[in-house]
């Protein structure tokens, strides 16, 4: 963590404290890989942080890496919107120390050396039944970084070596959301029947930092395609139940020992012969 906060002060200018919990979310910027849905729930953190500057909070430093497909708007959008955060926080005292973004210019190979060994959190929350397996998924666990994700594409392997109490799984199955799809999905009854996601929503509806999103906040409130949403409540008690875990160190330092010795099913010898 000390070197990835030293490569990120002198390329970015930013200071990191290496006594937070690095949450990493690094691969291609996509709807269905739910960048957004992390976006929003830092967004209601920094919400609850404004309304409490004095609640009981483990600092935590979320790193995003991606790009996005040239023409795809919405997902510069959502790099946009998580960008324009990064400085809507770092420009308030209050929070700052407690609450970052860095958005890793440039991401590529090199620095994901750098940065997979130094996270503590792999997000891969990826809308279930969307992903078709996923690697950085398996990078991050092979590096010792803890999976919070749902149970879609290579999480379902890594859940089934690593077993329960060594993963933070969250959100609907696959069977959910399609019966839920099938059901009729309207995002605006989670807006209207949460207050929670409805506080964040009008946040990013007005936007901030001088900028807005109503884009994306229209995507999300008549659209949704990819159900972050739905899948709001479960990911922000997974969250919680991340930075109590992370609170006691023998049981955090030891989930991620087991996933780095557990590791070893993605070798290329075994996916090979499995996958021919």
């Known amino acids: 963590k000390e070197d990835f906060a030293a490569y990120i002060k002198k390329a970015q200018g930013v200071t990191l404290s290496p006594d937070a919990i690095f949450d990493v979310q690094v691969k291609r910027l996509h709807e269905y890989k739910r960048q957004h849905?992390?976006?929003?729930?830092?967004?209601h953190t920094y919400l609850q942080l404004k309304d409490n500057p004095n609640m009981e909070f483990?600092?935590?430093t979320y790193l995003f890496g991606a790009k996005s497909a040239p023409g795809y708007y919405l997902a510069k959008e959502i790099i946009?919107?998580?960008?324009?955060?990064?400085?809507?926080?770092?420009?308030d005292p209050a929070v700052r120390d407690k609450l970052r973004i860095v958005y890793v210019e440039d991401y590529r190979v090199t620095l994901a050396e750098l940065l997979m060994p130094a996270a503590d959190i792999s997000?891969?929350?990826?809308?279930?039944?969307?992903?078709?397996?996923?690697?950085?998924?398996?990078k991050l666990m092979m590096?010792?970084?803890?999976?919070?994700?749902?149970?879609?594409?290579?999480?379902?392997?890594?859940?089934?070596a690593v077993g329960?109490?060594?993963?933070?799984?969250?959100?609907?199955?696959?069977?959910e959301v399609n019966s839920l799809r099938a059901s009729g999905y309207n995002p605006r009854n989670q807006y209207e029947h949460n207050d929670i996601i409805r506080k964040a929503m009008d946040a990013l509806g007005q936007g901030f930092n001088g900028k807005t999103f109503q884009n994306l906040h229209q995507a999300l409130l008549n659209v949704d395609q990819y159900m972050a949403l739905a899948d709001f409540a479960s990911y922000s008690h997974a969250q919680q139940k991340a930075e109590q875990l992370y609170k006691d160190q023998?049981?955090?330092?030891?989930?991620?020992?087991?996933?780095?010795?557990?590791?070893?099913?993605?070798?290329?010898?075994?996916?090979?012969?499995?996958?021919a």
């Open 37 to 43: 849905l992390n976006a929003m729930h830092i967004l």
């Open 58 to 60: 483990t600092p935590r």
């Open 80 to 91: 946009r919107f998580i960008c324009n955060l990064a400085k809507e926080i770092e420009n």
């Open 123 to 138: 997000e891969q929350i990826s809308l279930a039944g969307t992903e078709a397996s996923g690697t950085g998924n398996m």
């Open 143 to 160: 590096n010792g970084a803890v999976t919070l994700g749902t149970l879609d594409g290579a999480n379902v392997e890594i859940h089934d």
């Open 164 to 175: 329960d109490d060594n993963i933070i799984l969250f959100g609907m199955t696959t069977p």
């Open 250 to 275: 023998t049981k955090w330092n030891s989930m991620s020992l087991v996933n780095t010795a557990k590791a070893g099913i993605f070798a290329a010898d075994r996916a090979i012969r499995d996958y």
